[in-house]
């Protein structure tokens, strides 16, 4: 396996060069880097233009510039990183460090959340080949995938931002709109659990007005401005999420998974109380440090009190120990919620990724970024849901015809196990090559969406450096591109042998 890995890097390492050589070539043969200073005709015309060719180094041929920039490339492995100035003379490094930072905010939270609904609607939908909510999906996922960028995201724009913010001053639902969302809830739902006809209405019926009561209380409590949780909320969350854990990795009959799961939301429970003042007023570091916390006292549990199915045991709590953290943060938001709307009446915003000279406590802050990331994270995992979601389906489907699928049926094993521990398995191979694709693609940014959200991220680096034909800038862009589609491409090729025994390298 090393051998293959250095193989691998060595052969990557020498396309990255050819590569780095001929869009160093294109980009400065794209035009005239001095174009708008010619036209200028101001007294110092000249003395621009000089200091311009001095930062550029346009003074020089274009294999000197081509090696300079390679010789800071250099410095990269000794501490010393050197990207060059772009045309007005800021360090395209400091450019890079805010450019990578905005765009992986969106890249890393759109295509985590595109990979698990994505695979998890394949699926279902494989199991449910041929039903209407196989067609229902296809046709959504076919309709997502072909959506333009732009239009879609104006229309984020005017419904789910302006739209919303309008709403927003005085939050009420109409009965038109409640009696729209419970038609749609229990239409969806009764599709999903399928069965026969007296079922599926007894679904929609249950569902519907399950929906139509919780909008007319929410209604009534005011929460769209003051929405609240608590403590007991969390634990009821909890206690169902350890339920669905244990059905999907052992199975209810599994007792020692089950309590193991039960007991890790009764101690977050308690941990919401106990360190509900340090997360009054955090930091990232205080953060990561109890999610981690929270982590290794699930493992701790699920080894101590999982028995003979301390694997299962463990991983069904920490998903419980993840989504416990992940309402406890909730219910923070939700309690500094008034406070941002206080301070941003108009909350959801539609240009840039932070509200510029912003000043407010860690929850505040945290909701200010969120609400900036909420649109284009919602267009980009639309989009890319669709495509998981296909090969997810595709791949579970052929996978299902073959014939050790068959002999795990015939020797008695559980449809869950059939489908979680051995279908499953074998159709990720199709889905960790496009997962390695996407996340390295998106790495580069999503440069139409960067563009109609103001984004200033690797989407706006490269596109701004090849409009002023500055090819700092856009090498800079290549060289974290070009990386993340080698190294993700070399883990996919990895875990290839760890997905399937019989790939070995």
């Known amino acids: 396996m090393l051998r293959f890995i250095l193989k691998r890097l060595g052969s990557s390492i020498l396309v990255l060069f050819g ?43 274009w294999f000197v510039r081509y090696f300079d920039w390679l010789r ?20 395209v490094v400091d450019l ?25 609607i394949g699926i279902l939908t494989a199991i449910r080949q041929y039903s209407g909510l196989d067609y229902a999906v296809t046709f959504m996922t076919f309709l997502f995938f072909s959506l333009p960028v732009f239009w879609a995201a104006v229309l984020l724009k005017e419904y789910m931002a302006i739209g919303f913010n309008d709403w927003i ?39 519907a007005a399950f929906v139509a009561i919780v909008m007319v209380v929410f209604d009534a409590m005011g929460f769209a401005r003051q929405p609240r949780m608590g403590p007991l909320v969390i634990l009821l969350v909890g206690l169902a999420t350890a339920v669905g854990a244990t059905t999907l990795v052992a199975g209810l009959k599994n007792r020692k998974v089950l309590i193991a799961s039960a007991v890790t939301a009764v101690i977050g429970f308690i941990s919401y109380y106990v360190f509900f003042s340090v997360l009054g007023d ?4 205080v953060v990561i440090g109890l999610l981690l916390l929270a982590v290794a006292i699930a493992v701790l549990v699920g080894r101590l009190l999982g028995g003979y199915s301390k694997g299962s045991a463990s991983v069904a709590s920490v998903v419980v120990a993840l989504v416990m953290s ?29 509200t510029p000279n912003f000043n407010g406590t860690f929850w505040l802050d945290f909701i200010d970024k969120g609400t900036q990331l909420l649109l284009p994270t919602l267009l980009l995992t639309l989009i890319s849901v669709a495509t998981y979601s296909r090969y997810t389906r595709s791949s579970m489907l052929e996978v299902s015809r073959q014939d050790y699928i068959r002999t795990a049926r015939a020797k008695g094993l559980g449809e869950r196990q059939v489908i979680l521990k051995h279908a499953f398995r074998n159709s990720l191979i199709p889905i960790t090559t496009i997962m390695a694709f996407d996340f390295a693609g998106l790495i580069g940014g999503a440069v139409i969406t960067e563009r109609v959200f103001g984004w200033k991220g690797m989407g706006e680096l490269f596109a701004t450096g090849l409009n002023q034909v500055d090819p700092a800038p856009v090498m800079a862009f290549f060289l974290i591109t070009g990386t993340a589609a080698v190294l993700m491409n070399l883990l996919a090729d990895i875990l290839y042998a760890v997905l399937d025994p019989r790939i070995r390298v």
């Open 326 to 354: 992940g309402l406890t943060a909730a219910d923070h938001v939700f309690m500094n919620w008034p406070g941002y709307l206080r301070m941003q009446p108009r909350p959801i915003g539609t240009i840039g990724s932070e």
């Open 282 to 285: 955090p930091n990232w570091l």
């Open 19 to 61: 590569a780095s050589i001929l869009l160093f070539v294109l980009t400065i043969n794209s035009g005239d880097p001095l174009a708008d200073l010619r036209e200028v005709q101001t007294n110092n015309r000249d003395q621009l233009i000089a200091a311009r060719t001095a930062y550029m180094g346009l003074d020089q041929p």
């Open 96 to 120: 890079l460090a805010q450019a990578a930072n905005s765009t992986l905010r969106l890249v890393v939270l759109a295509t985590v959340l595109a990979i698990v609904i994505g695979v998890a």
């Open 72 to 91: 800071g490339v250099g410095g990269c492995f000794v501490g010393q990183c050197d990207l060059g100035t772009n045309r007005t003379g800021q360090q």
């Open 169 to 207: 001053v005085s939050p009420h639902f109409s009965w038109v709109a409640i009696a729209i969302t419970a038609i749609i809830v229990g239409v969806i739902l009764q599709a999903m659990l399928a069965g026969s006809l007296k079922r599926r209405l007894i679904t929609f019926a249950v569902a």
